[in-house]
C-alpha cells in the first residue's frame, strides 16, 4: 500500500466523525443560519491567516532528509498568500464586521488547533506539519462547494459571500493529488508517522472548532 492510503485508511474514523458533525451535515442541506456561516467564516480567518507563516516555519524547520520538500512548500506557499483576506471580503459580503474580526481573537478551540500546529513544528517533528494541511484541504474539498451551494441557496448570497468556500473547493482539490504524491515520496517512519499522528489530533481539534460554532 503506498503511504498516501496507508495515511487515508488510518485516518478515516477520524474524518468520518469530522464529516458527520451536525453543523456540517445541516449546511451541506442549506439548513445553516447566517450567524452560523458568519461565526464559521470568523474562525476560519484566525487559522487562515497562520497558513503562510506556519508554512514558512516548517520549511525551516525540516531535517536534511527533506530537504527536497521545501521547493513544494515554497509552491504552496504562493499559493496560500492573501487568502485571509478572502475570507475577511466574503464577511463583509455576508453583512458582517469584517475588521472586528481581524482586530479580535479566535475561540478557544481555534487558538488551541493553531498553538498545536506551532508546537508540533518547533517542538516536534516539523513534517507532521503536513496533517493539518491533510484535514484542512481534505475537508474543504469534501464539502466546500457543496455547502456553499446549498447555503447561497438558502440564505440568497451573493457569490461574493462564498470566494473562500468555492475557491478552496476547486484549489483544494488540485492540492490534495500534489499532497499525495508528497506523502508518497516520504519514506522515513518516523515521518510518516508523525503525518499520521499529527493528522488525528488535527481531525480532533477541527471538530472542537466546528462544535463550537452554534447551529442557530
Not at 130 to 147: D, I, N, R, Y
Not at 162 to 172: K, M
Request: charged letters at 20%; a negative charge.
Amino acid at each position: 500500500m503506498l503511504a498516501y492510503d496507508h495515511l487515508i485508511a488510518q485516518t478515516e474514523p477520524d474524518r468520518i466523525q469530522l464529516q458527520q458533525l451536525p453543523l456540517l451535515q445541516r449546511a451541506a442541506t442549506g439548513q445553516g443560519s447566517l450567524d452560523s456561516y458568519i461565526a464559521f467564516l470568523t474562525q476560519a480567518y484566525y487559522h487562515v491567516k497562520e497558513t503562510v507563516p506556519l508554512l514558512m516555519a516548517c520549511g525551516a524547520a525540516l531535517p536534511p532528509r527533506l530537504n527536497w520538500l521545501r521547493a513544494d512548500l515554497a509552491h504552496y506557499i504562493g499559493e496560500e498568500i492573501g487568502h485571509e483576506e478572502w475570507v475577511l471580503n466574503d464577511i463583509t459580503a455576508c453583512g458582517g464586521n469584517a475588521e472586528r474580526v481581524r482586530n479580535g481573537t479566535p475561540h478557544l478551540s481555534t487558538e488551541l488547533m493553531v498553538a498545536y500546529a506551532w508546537d508540533t513544528i518547533s517542538r516536534g517533528n516539523p513534517v507532521g506539519f503536513l496533517g493539518m494541511v491533510l484535514v484542512l484541504e481534505g475537508t474543504s474539498v469534501a464539502l466546500a462547494t457543496q455547502v456553499a451551494g446549498a447555503l447561497q441557496k438558502s440564505l440568497q448570497l451573493p457569490d461574493s459571500a462564498f470566494t473562500y468556500l468555492r475557491s478552496h473547493g476547486e484549489l483544494d482539490l488540485e492540492h490534495v493529488d500534489d499532497f499525495a504524491g508528497l506523502v508518497n515520496r516520504i519514506d522515513h517512519p518516523d515521518d510518516l508517522a508523525a503525518i499520521e499522528h499529527c493528522a488525528r489530533v488535527f481531525y480532533h481539534c477541527y471538530a472542537e472548532v466546528f462544535r463550537s460554532i452554534p447551529l442557530d
